[in-house]
C-alpha cells in the first residue's frame, strides 16, 4: 500500500502531534522551524502543502492554530533530525 504522505511530512505530522501532547498547544512555525533547522519559508510552504493535502488545518491570522486531520495511528514515530542539538 502506497503511503499517503512522505516521510518529511510525517516527520512534520509527528512533530505538530508531539509538541500538542506536551505543550498542549499546537506548535508556531518557528517551533518547526527550530526542530527541523530549516528556514521560515520552507517550514510555512510545508504547512501549505498539509493543508492542501488535508493532513492538518489552520485558522488564517491565529496563532497556533494547526489541528491534524489523520489518525493518530497513521502518524509515524518522530525522530530528531541529523545535525540537531
Known sequence: MA????????????????YSVIFGQS?????LQRFFGTSAPTVHQMLK?????QFISR????AR???????LDEIPRLVRPSGGR
Open 65 to 71: 492554530s494547526i489541528a491534524l486531520l489523520v489518525d
Open 49 to 53: 502543502t498539509l493543508t492542501a493535502k
Open 59 to 62: 485558522v488564517p491570522g491565529k
Open 27 to 31: 506548535p508556531a512555525e518557528a517551533d
Open 3 to 18: 503511503e499517503r504522505f512522505t516521510e518529511k511530512q510525517g516527520q512534520y505530522l509527528a512533530f505538530i502531534y508531539n
